[in-house]
T-cell receptor
Framework: DQQVKQNSPSLSVQEGRISILNCDYTNSMFDYFLWYKKYPAEGPTFLISISSIKDKNEDGRFTVFLNKSAKHLSLHIVPSQPGDSAVYFCAASEGNTGKLIFGQGTTLQVKP | GAGVSQSPSNKVTEKGKDVELRCDPISGHTALYWYRQRLGQGLEFLIYFQGNSAPDKSGLPSDRFSAERTGESVSTLTIQRTQQEDSAVYLC??????????????FGQGTRLTVV
């Protein structure tokens, strides 16, 4: 039972363009969502988060959008840079437990 | 320490042997997670410790897997009678949930386990 799903295993974009990574969830009790970035041979690092009381959170080049009715969130990176090439994981948690559930990840390649 | 520390960084073991993986969380973090990432796969939840609450063991794949945590400190993940399918990177993370329980978790570098 995959509660957090990233249906695109990979994405390739040109440097300077927008990268859009998508994530869907099934558990309506999730109320906090996060995006992590992972380079090979390293642990995931936190990028950006959003609470379910918001529909958008922006931090520099990174913006996360949340559509609660569709149980969908997305991460926008603009402009994309070659250093953004990594695996991106979406995660969700329930406020009463704090337990984080991750998606399968999307490998982003930004071409110079 | 400054971050989450995991040891060993790499472990090669023979099928059937027991292994013990260690995680030192960030000081003061009450929550600790173990995840597994098989080659080409996502982060698979294994177990979650939060303060004095009973751990959430719902992700442990079999009774060969167990984990302990000493107070709000070190955790060890033990895999008994290892199988080749246990080969993966085992990641530990810790966090300091506030009253709302929602906060980001910080990951260690992981332990790459290879069962031969």
């Amino acid at each position: 039972d995959q509660q957090v799903k990233q249906n695109s295993p990979s994405l390739s974009v040109q440097e300077g363009r927008i990268s859009i990574l998508n994530c869907d969830y099934t558990n309506s009790m999730f109320d906090y969502f996060l995006w992590y970035k992972k380079y090979p041979a390293e642990g995931p690092t936190f990028l950006i988060s959003i609470s379910s009381i918001k529909d958008k959170n922006e931090d520099g080049r990174f913006t996360v959008f949340l559509n609660k009715s569709a149980k969908h969130l997305s991460l926008h990176i603009v402009p994309s840079q070659p250093g953004d090439s990594a695996v991106y994981f979406c995660a969700a948690s329930e406020g009463n437990t704090g337990k984080l559930i991750f998606g399968q990840g999307t490998t982003l390649q930004v071409k110079p | 320490g400054a971050g989450v520390s995991q040891s060993p960084s790499n472990k090669v073991t023979e099928k059937g042997k027991d292994v013990e993986l260690r995680c030192d969380p960030i000081s003061g973090h009450t929550a600790l997670y173990w995840y597994r990432q098989r080659l080409g796969q996502g982060l698979e939840f294994l177990i979650y410790f939060q303060g004095n609450s009973a751990p959430d063991k719902s992700g442990l794949p079999s009774d060969r897997f167990s984990a302990e945590r000493t107070g709000e400190s070190v955790s060890t993940l033990t895999i008994q009678r290892t199988q080749q399918e246990d080969s993966a990177v085992y990641l530990c993370a810790s966090s300091s949930p506030g009253r709302a329980m929602n906060t980001e978790a910080f990951f260690g570098q992981g332990t790459r386990l290879t069962v031969v």
